[in-house]
């Protein structure tokens, strides 16, 4: 299982959270950074991140690696645009699949999300167990979205943005999140807000660059040692992706 299908895996997943707090702290960060305030709103010492799940177990490739229970729906969207019956499918064919089944999505998300259900044999294709996963986290991010679409207007801004970030264990800077959809201004001069392919890469990429944080942060105290070239292997993937 990649590193961010435990963050979102199975049903487990129940966001909640405490009334939002005012205001946001504005710290920064830097290579050895320390910041138990902002970096996540829960304080229960075996998850300083929020509650994230974890799951195992392997199924091999092919339509027979579903896992067991997976809906009907999943395995129809898979089959229908691997047309060559490989067994596997790459971004075009992802891309296909997600816009009949949620919303039309750009390639640059399409690509961050073949990055973190990569599939550690075909780093280029992903396979029913990787498809899977990824269609249940879409899911997932999906009842985030319509939650925190207040008005119902089918749009997130800033501030519901933030609302919904929180809602996962991230209490994420202001300044952070204006740096960050600041990617999705048109130049009209109006309120920017996501849609959900914007959201949905917004999300990831935050949530993404969590889970690695967490990984050099084994005490779950908000604070991590990096080299230069193991801060850069971490933070390029989602970079490069955002471009």
Known sequence: MSFFSKIFHSSSFSPSARSLREPYDQRGQTYRASHPSNYSHQQ?????????????????????????????????????????????????????????????????????????????????????????????????????????????????????????????GLATPSSVLQVLISKYDDGSGRMIELDFDSFVECGVILKGLTEKFKEKDESYTGTASFNYDEFMAMAIPFLASYN
């Open 44 to 168: 229960q010492q075996q998850s300083y991140y929020g509650q994230g799940t974890s799951g195992g177990g392997g199924y091999s490739y092919g339509y027979s690696g579903f896992p067991p229970g997976t809906s009907q729906d999943i395995i129809r969207s898979f089959e229908m645009v691997d047309r060559d019956r490989s067994g596997f499918i790459d971004e075009n064919e992802l891309q296909k699949a997600l816009s009949s089944g949620y919303h039309r999505f750009h390639i640059r998300t399409v690509r961050l999300l073949m990055f973190l259900f990569r599939n550690p044999h075909d780093p280029r294709r992903i396979g029913p167990k990787e498809f899977a996963a990824l269609w249940t986290c879409l899911g997932q991010w999906r009842g985030i979205y319509e939650r925190y679409d207040k008005d119902k207007n089918g749009k997130i801004d800033l501030f519901e943005l933030r609302d919904a970030l929180y809602s996962i």
